[in-house]
């Protein structure tokens, strides 16, 4: 099933995404100026996602949150997701305005304490994302099975894993 597919998107809260539902594609998309870009949020377990080949960019705006802290500054976000792939994306230019959930190009976060799920068995694979702040990828520790290879970036969060080459 094909969620989002040629969407161009600019300025709104968040772009499109699809909480509760598994077994998605978002290709070929353009995103720019909103809060988070693609997303794969889990407030269930949630997965079998497939965001491939879009560009998204300057998401830099801030969205506020019921549950916490507001969204702003995510270019693709993994959020208590399973068996998602993130493959050949290019992000840029994505910095918070606010403080934030979580803030970088490409982020892979837990949602469990919003009754959501760790992020378990993604691959995030050659994608480019440069000029975001503070990463070009971040992730908040939690989860497992999770497969981060060949993206040109040059900062991940935390640094000491290798996931950023520059080709």
Known sequence: ???DEGVRQQGQGTSPSSTQLSALT??????RATAAGEGAP????AGNYRITD?????????????SGLPASGIGIALAGVHDTLVLDNKVSGIVTATA?????????ISTKSTTGADP???TVLDNTAHGNKPSGIFWDGTGFGNKVRHNNCATAIPTTLGWCSHH
């Open 26 to 31: 978002c290709r070929s998309s353009f995103v």
């Open 120 to 122: 378990a068995h993604n």
């Open 54 to 66: 879009n560009q998204v960019w300057a998401n830099n705006t801030s969205c506020p949150s019921s």
């Open 42 to 45: 889990g407030d269930l377990p």
């Open 100 to 108: 934030s959930v979580a803030h970088g190009g490409i982020v892979i």
């Open 1 to 3: 099933m094909v969620l």
